[in-house]
């Protein structure tokens, strides 16, 4: 890598495939968005609970994006340091070695479409050995009993792989072979982690786990650190060959964004549900509580470990209000209908609208509101619909404290429902922690980008990037004890009565 050339570049170029859209971000030195662009990629239901994508359609939404970013800032391509990578996980791409296409779509982390062969192997009992080595769960979300769907759909197709003609690939592996021009066949250990083909504690792709999952591993990438070179663009893409020197899911990234750079920091992304990462250093953690261990990042030759909490239904609750109930017409109307109350009034609303998640795990249960009075109102209801995110946050923010041992002095977060502020209040109330909302919410894409940039030499050191974090606002604790407690107890008596 020309590593000296390059540290004089003026941006580092952030891509972020998610699962509703590619964005491509130019950050300057300062962490600061220079210019950006971004398209929608379409969700296909090809059949019930199946969800795919078309894995040209990332590519090309991923090269648009990044030229609109190009073009936003009339940047020239050699001032960019290098390129990092951050994408939508677990979701499964498998093409040909030898012509780069596809075989098929991708198979969406979202596709429940593998849950009878994940119902099999639960039943042949590989399942506590799958968890130890891993930190997941058995569940169709992961890549491995997507690979095998695919490779299932004819015997021609497992014996190309087989032979060492396909390749599988996240969508960061993917994008990079294109980006690469086919040169490279590479992911980094936080999307390996998330396959169920990764031993955690070897930092290996796993023979047994292999054999379990019938996953050929002739197929499977090569793993690299998170911060470090990956390869060079081809000439073609931007005229000038760019190096990619850094790549992290997306939960990953943002923790790193977020700077939660020592054991005990964590972050919460409050979007359509929250995802809650807590960087546990060196140890990964098993937990007793149904959180998943994984690889934070990797980087100068050392993993961090995060343990990992996920609320499917937060935003989702709001959305809710306003589609279900109909009682708000768009979303940022909730701080102010909820705001007419002073508390829920003994109203308790469970989001269990597709299950119970971590720390509870019951699939079977669904949502209910509890403590319905002659007074209650709308705005109870719309108060406890935006209490019940912060609530179910204690409930996994808790459950990692008691997994990890380790003590959290303050939430970090990002997300389109952090512009709430009552919402956000009321999340310092329960936890007792400060909430501390930063001025760049683009977490994801940035951490993407710090990743890189270290590597490219653009930022020389982690402690370089500690001036970049500015605070939009810190939200404080303002209750008693006593109230925190009986507010959550009510919350924990609604719980219990929701469970299947
Ligand atoms: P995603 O990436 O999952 O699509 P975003 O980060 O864009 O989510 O956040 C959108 C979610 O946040 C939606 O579910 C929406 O209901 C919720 N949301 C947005 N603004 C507010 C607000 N002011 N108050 C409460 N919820 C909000």
């Known amino acids: 890598m020309q590593k000296s050339a390059r540290k004089q570049a003026d941006f580092i170029l952030a891509l972020d495939q998610g699962t509703t859209s590619s964005r491509a971000i130019l950050f300057d ?18 059949s019930p609970g199946h969800v795919e994508q078309d894995p040209n359609q990332l590519w090309l939404t991923t090269l648009s994006s990044t030229r609109k970013a190009i073009d936003a800032v009339g940047a020239a391509p050699r001032e960019i340091s290098a390129i990092g990578l951050t994408n939508q996980r677990e979701t499964t791409i498998i093409w040909d070695r030898h012509t780069g296409v596809p075989v098929t779509n991708a198979v969406v982390w979202q ?6 062969e994940c119902a099999r192997l639960k039943a042949l009992g590989h399942e506590p050995l799958i968890r130890e080595k891993t930190g997941l769960v058995l569940d169709p979300y992961f890549s491995a009993t997507k690979i095998s769907w695919i490779l299932d759909q004819s015997p021609a197709l497992r014996q190309r792989a087989e032979n060492g003609d396909l390749c ?23 999307n390996a982690s998330r396959t169920l083909l990764w031993n955690l504690h070897e930092g290996a792709w796993d023979q047994e786990l292999l054999k379990i999952f019938r996953v050929p591993q002739a197929m499977l990438p090569e793993v690299k650190p998170s911060s470090g070179l ?20 997306d939960q990953q990234a943002a923790t790193f964004g977020q700077q939660c750079f020592t054991p005990g920091l964590v972050k919460n992304t409050y979007g359509t549900g929250c995802f809650v990462v ?86 079977e249960a669904r949502g209910a509101i509890y403590g319905l009075t002659r007074g ?21 923010v808790e459950s990692m404290t008691c997994d990890s041992g380790l003590s959290i002095p303050e939430l970090r977060v990002d997300g389109g429902a952090t512009a709430n502020n009552l919402l956000m209040q009321m999340q310092a109330d329960i936890l007792g ?63 219990e009565r929701t469970r299947s």
């Open 230 to 249: 990956f390869g060079m663009t081809d000439r073609k893409w931007f005229g000038e060959e760019l190096p990619i020197t850094g790549i992290a899911g």
């Open 433 to 495: 922690i400060p909430v501390q909302r930063p001025q760049i919410l683009e977490t994801t894409a940035l951490g993407a980008a710090y990743l890189a940039g270290l590597a490219s030499g653009f930022w020389p050191q982690l402690a370089d990037l500690s001036h970049h974090w500015h605070v939009d606002r810190v939200f404080e604790p303002r209750i008693s004890v006593d109230h925190r407690e009986t507010w959550y107890a009510g919350w924990k008596k609604a719980i």
């Open 278 to 363: 807590m960087n546990t250093g060196s140890s990964i953690v098993p937990s007793k509580y149904g959180l998943l261990a994984t690889a934070g990042w990797k980087m100068s030759g050392q993993t961090t470990f995060a343990l990992e909490g996920a609320i499917f239904a937060a935003g989702a609750v709001i959305q809710w209000l306003r589609d279900g109930l109909q009682i708000i017409q768009q979303a940022s109307d909730s701080e102010q209908l909820a705001s007419r109350v002073s508390d829920n009034g003994g109203v308790y609303l469970v989001p269990a609208f597709v299950g119970l998640g971590a720390p509870y795990w019951d699939a």
């Open 29 to 46: 030195r300062d962490g600061k968005v220079a210019g950006r662009g971004q398209e929608e990629v379409t969700p296909l239901f090809p």
């Open 376 to 396: 209650a109102t709308k705005e109870h209801v719309c108060r406890a619909a935006l209490e019940s995110i912060v609530l179910q946050t204690r409930d996994v």
């Open 111 to 116: 596709s429940r479409i593998t849950s009878p």
């Open 168 to 190: 599988f690939g996240t969508v960061d592996s993917f994008l990079l072979w294109r980006l690469t021009a086919g040169q490279v066949h590479a992911t980094d250990v936080t």
